[in-house]
């Protein structure tokens, strides 16, 4: 079938001293080595300059910088500056990431507790919360359909689009031809046999059969596929889930309009993508 394919983090390697987690708890333990790290994770710094900073006793700010160094996660360079090593540089930015995750985790706590997340890997449910610039879009009284609303009307001004389709919707591909026809765009696809099969059924005016010929849309059929309908663009990204593993909840969505979300939408849908091919 033309188009189509059927297909049935370790940053402390260099240290085997502590584990993963010893080191979390080794920083977190600590505001001066926690403070110290993140301050060297910003510019090289001497010691007078990070006691002047943390506004510290000299005796604390040398005992911290020596257990950051015993463990790798800095070093002191020739003109007596501190430094933050690959390891530590890779530490200082995943523990920025967590707690950023956790702020957006927070903000959208309600919608993630009301829905089922156990078919998402648990590698990109991390990726996912750490989005930047999501608000949620829901349905109310008096617009009931505001997410699919808000949902069609950017998906009509988008060219090139990602997508991980766990669900059919006429009214969502009839938007998307519309849209890789208008704007001469292109659909990239991750869907199941299933989906898959109900629209070609579905398509009375066979655009999926042209726009697959004309290259405008690439498909990848997938066996396991999680449950989160997932879109991006160069205009938006959003997210749709399950209230369990067959009720798809089309009442909430988490949208994304800002460019550094859309980046990192986009990282996301071609991250998970490489993983599930592979």
Not at 144 to 153: E, G, Q, R, S
């Amino acid at each position: 079938m033309a188009g189509g394919m059927v297909i049935s983090s370790n940053f402390f390697d260099e240290n085997s001293n502590l584990s993963d987690f010893n080191y979390l708890k080794f920083i977190l333990a600590s505001e001066i080595r926690l403070k110290l790290l993140l301050s060297l994770y910003e510019s090289n710094k001497t010691i007078k300059e990070l006691e002047s900073e943390s506004n510290k006793k000299s005796a604390n700010i040398s005992r911290g910088l020596n257990d950051l160094k015993s463990c790798k996660l800095i070093t002191r360079l020739p003109d007596k500056k501190y430094a933050i090593t690959s390891i530590g540089f890779l530490f200082a930015k995943n523990l920025q990431n967590l707690v950023s995750n956790f702020e957006n985790i927070d903000n959208q706590e309600r919608f993630w507790e009301d829905h089922s997340i156990k078919s998402i890997p648990n590698r990109f449910l991390k990726d996912i919360s750490s989005f930047s610039g999501v608000s949620s879009v829901k349905s109310s009284i008096t617009e009931f359909a505001k997410p699919i609303n808000v949902y069609l009307d950017n998906i009509k001004k988008s060219t090139d689009i990602c997508m991980i389709l766990p669900v059919f919707s006429k009214i969502f591909m009839d938007s998307i031809y519309e849209a890789l026809i208008d704007h001469e765009g292109h659909l990239d696809l991750l869907t199941t046999k299933t989906i898959h099969d109900l629209i070609v059924k579905s398509d009375s005016e066979n655009y999926f059969k042209a726009l697959v010929r004309d290259k405008k849309i690439d498909y990848y059929i997938v066996e396991d596929l999680s449950n989160i309908f997932f879109t991006v663009s160069d205009k938006f990204a959003s997210i749709f889930l399950f209230y369990d593993d067959s009720v798809f909840d089309n009442s909430e969505m988490l949208f994304i309009e800002e460019q550094s979300g859309i980046g990192d939408a986009y990282r996301f849908y071609y991250s998970y993508k490489k993983h599930i091919l592979k």
